[in-house]
Nanobody, 127 residues
Framework: QVQLVESGGGLVQAGGSLRLSCAAS????????MGWFRQAPGKEREFVAAITYKGGSTYYADSVKGRFTISRDNAKNTGYLQMNNLKPEDTAVYYCAADRSWKIPAVIVVASRWGSWGQGTQVTVSS
């Protein structure tokens, strides 16, 4: 399994921006699809975005489309989530995930279908 470590979370005002990073180690990063999920208190883990092995295709949850951008730099073994125009409802712990296979949209949004996870980073958006 690939090991994942997130960073970049913090406190930001509504309308602000943050960029999360996900550093991978232990396996060849470009053998893995990468994704981001989030979990707010009392809620289930929710899909945010995913990106294919070399970054050629991406997929987003409707709630973040047009505001968030997922990307990756395989030379640095790092994935990113650029978050713009943040809203209070974006407040959550954000998790990086990786898996060996790309999946159809109905499956890729299911957290249990991803094999590797980071420890999470807190994002808090104040109103």
């Amino acid at each position: 399994q690939v090991q994942l470590v997130e960073s970049g979370g913090g406190l930001v005002q509504a309308g602000g921006s943050l960029r999360l990073s996900c550093a991978a180690s232990g396996r060849t990063f470009n053998d893995y699809v990468m994704g981001w999920f989030r979990q707010a208190p009392g809620k289930e883990r929710e899909f945010v975005a995913a990106i294919t092995y070399k970054g050629g295709s991406t997929y987003y949850a409707d709630s973040v489309k047009g505001r968030f951008t997922i990307s990756r730099d395989n030379a640095k073994n790092t994935g990113y989530l650029q978050m713009n125009n943040l809203k209070p409802e974006d407040t959550a712990v954000y998790y990086c995930a990786a898996d060996r296979s790309w999946k159809i949209p109905a499956v890729i949004v299911v957290a249990s279908r991803w094999g590797s996870w980071g420890q999470g980073t807190q994002v808090t958006v104040s109103s």
